[in-house]
């Protein structure tokens, strides 16, 4: 069969947009497809705008706290007009990076269009039939939403929509507690619009309690009201939305539905050439194949965890596969994430819990405050820790909640991935006063009991008699 393309790629996310890329280096011939926005939901209405108004709402925050360190600031005059400029040009800054005209540059062909799936190695998209041996689905997710009452009747937002609203919530309801949910909490708190989350379950439940508990007693310390029940109706319009919670009503002008996302898989033609779908999306293999010959399902549109880096991972590991024929598994041992609150909690591996209930009694938890970290101290804010769970003197995982945690991840992901060691960290050499010391302190607890141990002390006691009996 003679093919039109070497690699045909459905969608300009993270995803797609590296396995495109990736293959296009290599010399093959790419077609990538995208209908919307290069770079998708992460550039476009995900991490960085979401980035940009938690930077915005930090600088009020910082504001608001007028004396502080012997400086006195000024009230805040928050301008919504002007987050949002400085969030669109957050944006601006970053689009040359997953530009059309960048892709092309790399010797992609770019079609704006959408595309449908009719076969193993066909595609059709804006009246023309592309083949190829191999075809990546990249279509990413969108937000879930909940089966509440009376939602489809109401004006509500999601990520996709809640950075274009025309002014600042007076009074602004999130229903989810999830990582979306508290970062848009916070930042609408601290730009000063009133927040209530509702939340049915733990918030942020992938994460370490002992960390969320941190970032919860924060948030509340700044006015943000939280409500344990589910959302069961809601009702309004604009302006005027009431949300049934349990027995309890509250009423409020904005509604944000934070309640996580599913998988953007349908309307591509896929299941009508038999690409089985699960629960959480498109079924795959560890090397992220479907169930159809030469067909790739990478990023979110796939069962699996959806993440900005996890999808630029999964793209590099299909480049790889299909341009030197490498086979490439995922492995989600380390893998790391953060929620970009104020503290920050950071999150690599196995939390206590997991980690507890995989490995019982073999478990060691080291934990470090930063109420002992000089380069905190220094700061006026030691809130948070580090915690790492060791089986042995190996990292299994941390949870670490702090000013910038999600920055000191990398040593753990080098040390959990083999590209380091416990020992090697716990004896560096690291630049004082800094908050990564932190992560020095908790891998040299690791070898603490080895280093200072029976054996060790027997023969620091030899070498000072040999040297009191010879000096």
């Not at 396995?19 to 919307?36: Q, T």
């Not at 940009?52 to 009020?60: E, F, N, P, Q, S």
């Not at 349990?246 to 953007?264: C, F, P, Q, V, Y």
Request: aromatic share 6%; glycine share 12%; with cysteine.
């Amino acid at each position: 069969m003679k093919f039109t393309h070497d690699v045909i790629v459905i969608g300009g996310g993270a995803a797609g947009l590296t396995a495109a890329g990736g293959c296009a280096l290599f010399g093959l011939d790419v077609a990538l497809i995208e209908a919307r926005k290069m770079g998708g939901e992460c550039l476009n209405d995900g991490c960085v705008p979401s980035k940009a108004l938690i930077t915005a709402a930090k600088r009020a925050a910082e504001a608001r706290e007028q004396v502080r360190y012997g400086v006195t600031l000024q009230e805040p005059q928050v301008e919504w007009s002007g987050v949002q400029q400085h969030i669109r040009g957050a944006i601006a800054a970053i689009e040359p990076h997953d530009s059309e005209e960048r892709f092309e540059e790399m010797g992609c062909e770019v079609i704006r269009d959408w595309a449908k799936v009719t076969g193993p190695q066909s595609v059709e998209v804006g009246g023309r039939v592309l083949t190829a041996p191999r075809i990546v689905i990249a279509t990413g997710s969108k937000p879930a939403i909940p089966p509440i009452e009376g939602v489809d009747g109401v004006p509500y937002l999601t990520n996709e929509n809640i950075f274009d609203i025309e002014a600042l919530p007076g009074h602004l309801l999130i229903v989810g507690g999830g990582v979306i949910g508290m970062e848009m909490a916070q930042s609408f708190r601290r730009l000063g619009s009133e927040v209530t989350v509702v939340e049915p379950g733990e918030l942020m439940g992938r994460d370490d309690p002992d960390s969320v508990a941190v970032v919860r007693e924060t948030m509340e310390s700044e006015g943000v009201r939280f409500m344990k029940g589910l959302a069961k109706a809601v009702s309004g319009k604009e302006g005027t939305i009431t949300l049934q919670v349990g027995d309890e009503t509250i009423t409020g002008s904005h509604l944000l539905i934070a309640t996580g996302r599913k998988a953007n898989c349908e309307g591509f033609g896929l299941e009508d050439i038999g690409v089985k779908m699960g629960r959480g999306g498109i079924e795959t293999d560890d090397r992220r194949r479907t169930s159809v010959k030469g067909i790739y399902a990478i990023g979110d549109c796939r069962d699996g965890p959806r993440l900005t880096h996890v999808s630029g991972y999964e793209g590099s590991n299909a480049a790889l596969e299909i341009t030197l024929g490498v086979p490439a598994k995922v492995d989600y041992s380390a893998l790391p994430w953060c929620t970009y609150t104020e503290p920050e909690v950071a999150q690599i591996g196995l939390t206590e819990k997991e980690a507890r209930e995989k490995f019982g009694d073999k478990l060691r938890v080291v934990t470090e405050s930063f109420h002992d970290n000089e380069r905190a101290l220094t700061e006026g804010n030691d809130k948070g820790q580090v915690k790492v769970m060791f089986k042995g003197k190996k990292v299994v995982g941390a949870s670490l909640v702090g000013k910038n945690a999600g920055e000191l991840l990398l040593p753990f992901t080098q040390t959990m991935t083999g590209k380091s060691s416990t020992f090697a960290l716990g004896s560096a050499i690291i630049a004082y006063p800094t908050r990564s010391e932190i992560t020095k302190a908790t891998a040299f607890a690791a070898w603490e009991p080895t280093v200072f141990g029976k054996y060790p002390k027997k023969w620091a006691g030899f070498v000072a008699s040999m040297r009191r009996r010879f000096s």
